[in-house]
């Protein structure tokens, strides 16, 4: 298995690539099928499982064919660093205003 942070962005597609492929065996789907699905042709598809080369909008094809679209849920979502930015975080996400009776009577 490829550790994405240390590898080339080629090597990260490859090894996609080559995930989508095992993916589309596991679940038994042929070629065709998943390429059929997907509205793409074989070649294309082969040449990705491959070399891990498509658009996105089709690689996001292959994963929703595949039930995997799933998996891109926490990309890009910035995570916490810190147990402090967790709390800030926690305190925003709580935190409510306060109305008082005399603040709404007096407009």
């Known amino acids: 298995m ?3 942070a240390l ?3 080629e090597e990260v597609c490859s090894e996609l690539g080559h995930r989508a492929r095992a ?3 596991a679940l038994n789907i042929s070629v065709d099928e998943l ?3 997907v509205g793409i ?3 294309t598809l082969g040449n990705f499982e491959r070399t891990g080369r498509c658009t996105l909008e089709t690689f996001v ?3 929703e064919a595949l039930n995997a679209l799933s998996d891109l849920s926490p990309v890009l979502v910035r995570q916490p ?6 709390r800030q ?3 925003v996400a709580t935190r409510q205003r306060a109305y008082s009776r005399d603040r709404k009577s007096s407009k």
Do not use: G, H, T, Y
Request: charged letters at 40%; proline letters at 4%; hydrophobic letters at 40%.
């Open 81 to 86: 660093r810190s147990i402090e930015e967790m």
């Open 23 to 25: 993916r589309r065996l």
């Open 89 to 91: 975080k926690a305190e």
């Open 2 to 4: 490829v550790d994405f």
């Open 7 to 9: 590898a080339l962005p």
């Open 35 to 37: 390429a059929q699905r």
């Open 61 to 63: 094809r292959i994963l």
């Open 41 to 43: 042709s074989n070649k």
